[in-house]
């Protein structure tokens, strides 16, 4: 699998954005009726050039989308388009396998850009090492394209090494590319700093530092949606093994204020950037009234990094039986925690006056195979089993310590399809994280010596069927 020329001619004043790599393919969005729509990257190549380019992907594309017409075709003639799904979801075999540059460690996140808009549904993150790639799950057939690869190299402005958390950002109201854009929130390296690449352009635009002592956890953010979608679609929050959670208007790179909250092991933003919910290692779930961005308007810029906040201005809104590693914002208001003992809690979220949120349990399961790590590998963001869900929330993709990935439905908690490999990768086994499409014809799970495993629905195959043999081990 190819990666496009390296991107050396980026415009921008920081240096830390020049010599930032990132590798950048064909970046394809979906428009509204079906076409599909490529920006501008070849700078300074002439239209005429720009033209042929695109003429070619094109036409190169075509069958496959063709074939992606005639899917959604499918779709929107289903009586029901949840059973259709679930359908789907139960004929997946292991067809396609992604080998990404790490030997020695697995994959470790895994990400689909659940953005509202559904222009860039069809583009998922992974992370392994200092390395963060960008793939197209849809607009290339059944085949995985690489879109934009980066590369956390030590430069002037960061330290560089390994990134630990990933989250979208919804640019849509914000991002100046001709054809919109996909920006992409990455925390880690050894000086523990958020950097935001856009996917279009090819280069870091927003660069954050400071405002964590120890290894970044997790990052979640806000979308344009509610009453202001300028000021939710803003919001970053970092939430760090050092015991602090931070609020960032990414926009700008500015610090919007800190909250303490020793033992915190996971995060999840509502979409409206109202909450933040944290999960403690001793399975208490705390709820954050996050600090409102300030608009385009108004005069806001990046400066000095503020003191957390004392714990109390968290308020514990659950219990869990376990410290959650995994906690997602569902469409619908609803909130889903995976617990190191195999517990998933699907919860209602209630917004009341005076800053309050009340958290209704309304379904809960467990799942089969969970490997409980050590309490030292939580709080300094080691091993875990992150699961990932569809657009609407209706279904939820995971694996375990055995190399199994199961889908479930969300609102019963039955397990549809559990899909397993026979191969041993001993201390690698263990699913790091895993996602589905949203049209649920495609499930990933990583797990093995940095392999990104996808089942597919593959017409006139059941799922009886041997799937293709796993790459030697490395020597």
Not at 147 to 162: I, L, P, R
Not at 378 to 388: E, K, M, T, W
Not at 435 to 444: A, E, F, K, L, P
Request: aromatic share 6%; proline share 5%; with cysteine.
């Amino acid at each position: 699998m190819g990666r496009g020329p390296c991107c050396s001619a980026i415009s921008g004043a920081a240096q830390h954005w020049r010599a930032a790599r990132v590798r950048v393919s064909t970046f394809v969005f979906q428009n509204p009726d079906g076409r599909l729509a490529f920006p501008r990257q070849l700078r300074g190549e002439s239209d005429a050039r720009l033209a042929e380019e695109l003429d070619f992907a094109a036409t190169m594309n075509s069958p496959q989308a063709k074939l992606q017409r005639a899917r959604d075709a499918e779709a929107s003639e289903a009586p029901d388009l949840k059973k259709f799904k679930t359908d789907l979801l139960g004929k997946v075999i292991v067809k396609t396998i992604v080998k990404q540059q790490v030997n020695d460690r697995r994959v470790s996140a895994l990400e689909f850009n659940r953005l509202p808009g559904g222009t860039c549904g069809n583009l998922f993150a992974t992370l392994a090492g200092d390395f963060a790639t960008v793939y197209d799950d849809e607009h290339f057939g059944d085949h995985v394209a690489v879109v934009a690869q980066f590369k956390n190299d030590k430069t002037a402005h960061v330290a560089g090494g390994d990134l630990a958390a990933v989250a979208w950002l919804d640019g849509s109201r914000h991002a100046k590319h001709e054809l919109g854009d996909a920006l992409l929130a990455l925390g880690g390296g050894d000086d523990h700093a958020i950097q935001v690449m856009s996917v279009a352009e090819g280069r870091i635009v927003t660069l954050m530092r400071g405002g964590h002592a120890k290894t970044i956890l997790a990052l979640g953010a806000g979308q344009a949606v509610g009453s202001d979608p300028d000021a939710s679609a803003a919001i970053l929050v970092s939430l760090g093994a050092d015991g602090v959670a931070r609020a960032w208007d990414w926009r700008r790179g500015a610090d919007l204020g800190a909250v303490s909250c020793p033992d915190a092991v996971s995060l999840a933003v509502t979409p409206d950037a109202a909450f933040a919910f944290i999960g403690r290692a001793d399975g208490a779930l705390f709820a954050w009234p996050l600090p409102k961005a300030p608009s385009e308007k108004e005069t806001s810029s990046a400066g000095a990094i503020s003191k957390p906040s004392p714990a109390d201005r968290l308020a514990e809104v659950a219990k869990l039986p376990a410290a959650a590693e995994c906690l997602r914002a569902l469409p619908g208001d609803r909130l889903a925690a995976k617990c190191v003992d195999g517990f998933v809690r699907v919860f209602s979220i209630q917004k009341e006056k005076g800053e309050k949120v009340v958290l209704t349990v309304v379904r809960e399961w467990r799942a089969a195979g969970q490997a409980r790590p050590p309490r030292s590998a939580l709080l300094l963001g080691g091993f875990s089993h992150a699961f990932g869900c569809d657009e609407a929330g209706d279904f939820l993709a995971l694996g375990n310590a055995e190399g199994e990935f199961v889908c479930y439905d969300v609102q019963s908690g039955e397990a549809i399809k559990t899909i397993d490999q026979d191969r041993d990768f001993k201390a690698l086994n263990g699913v790091t994280a895993a996602g589905v499409s949203n049209d649920c014809r495609h499930v990933y799970a990583c797990f093995g010596p940095g392999i990104v495993w996808r089942a597919e629905v593959v017409p006139g195959i059941d799922d009886d069927e041997e799937a293709p043999r796993t790459p030697p081990e490395e020597k």
